[in-house]
């Protein structure tokens, strides 16, 4: 396949960067052109619209909106700066109404908006629907001029927050930054970058520059700018240039020391940068929105946040009875190895630091391992997050007695799902084939739908009693998952 281009311009440290990644093998270049960016970009037609169904410019303009983009940890850091501002609000009543715009759900849509910590009722969502898609035209208009799916969540998200009154809202890019369809915002309150990597290639390019170019496409001139410090350097450099286009200043966000050192929620390294930036960007909001006496972001408000952040699916326990599942929605090679790494933490009580110096093996200290995976994406090559959660499997010196590869992508009549970024049961054949080929061991199952692989690995319990399951590479198997243990028990992480 030739090397794919960028049409975007970059830093000049990226110019010479050829350093690209393959897409998934068949892929279509039909669908991914090599001037990456030709077609329309999502954020095209969003203002016409929300003007049809009532809202002006100047409205839109009003809004105050902390904005969010990444490669990953973008839903988390939405979700602590949720936290952040209801624990402000409890204390100081400020700000009055917040909402948070974040995707993708796990179980249903209105997951996806939330007011004061609140997702909105299905009613809200049923009637906020129906105004915006009433006013958009009549129902012979071409399918071209009117939204498509995440466009038109996005339009019932704003439609939602403006007749509820909300004073500032969280908003979470869907893929990219600069043609995302939330790039609506010409004054936002603040705007944040989270870690950046390979992902979402074929909208956004082959280059990591090519990424971050798309990522800071979120900045603008005279809001407050904001990036985890830990980035490749190339995209660093982008972020720098970008931010200088625009004339506004960008501030890198390290482990803040206010954050407390033994909460559970921040345990893992890269949730503490995660709250770290959200804290960054509340605060932000906070200096330039509230009144003087509320502008502070105290130590009780944090630790209130901790303890009431909402994050299901990532870094979340689930105890069924004889099965403990261990649930994270990882599903790219950058983050990939943090739930298995927890998962060891949490198998052996110890520090990953402390475990490898020990030299000793996961295996000797626990109950019957169970690995499921799952990942059928036409987006992203599956191939290369299984292979890079086996380097961490083998990294954290773990031994499952069972991995489960599981295709989400089915229906329990046996049909497939109508989701074009679902891939076919084939897949599995090449995860197996990669797991055999490592030098890690256990026995394979494949499985075609989630309730099957909830089914064999309660059936496994029966068979060996305690069972201990990581389950991690999509959303919608830990969704699947949670779906089915919503009515038991949840442990905190």
Known sequence: MPELTSSYPASPTEANDKSHRPLWPGFSTDRCPSDFGKGRPSCDGMRAWLNQIGHSDAIIDEMRVIHVAGSKGKGSTCAFAEALLGAHRGRTGFPYKYGLYTSPSLHEETE?????STQISEQQFAENIFEVWGKLGPSDREAESLPKFLQLLLLVCIHTFIKEGVRVAIVETHHGGQYDSTNIFNRPAATGITSLGFDHVAQLGPTIGDIAWHKAGIFKQGTPAFALGEQPEAARSVLISRADDVKTKLRFVGNDP????????????????NCSLAKALVCSYLEEDAPADMRDLTDLDIRMALDHVYLPGRFQQLNTGQVQWFLDSAHNEMSIGEPVAWFAQEMTGLSVTRFEADKSTVAHKRSHFILV???????????????????????????????????????EDGSLKLDQNFGTPSVQTHYEEIWQTSPLRGQ??????????????????????RVNALATGSLHLVGGILAHGRSEALCGT
């Open 112 to 116: 996806r908006i939330r007011v004061n």
């Open 258 to 273: 206010q954050l407390p050192a033994d909460h559970h929620m921040i345990r893992q390294k890269v949730q503490r940068l």
């Open 373 to 411: 995976f799952s990942h059928i994406s036409s987006e992203r090559d599956g191939r290369e997050v299984l292979k890079a959660l086996i380097e961490s499997v083998s990294r954290n010196k773990l031994k499952f007695d069972h991995v489960v590869f599981c295709y989400d992508g089915m229906r």
């Open 444 to 465: 394979i199952i494949n499985t075609s739908t989630i309730h099957e692989t909830i089914s064999m690995v309660e059936n496994l319990s029966s068979r060996y009693g």
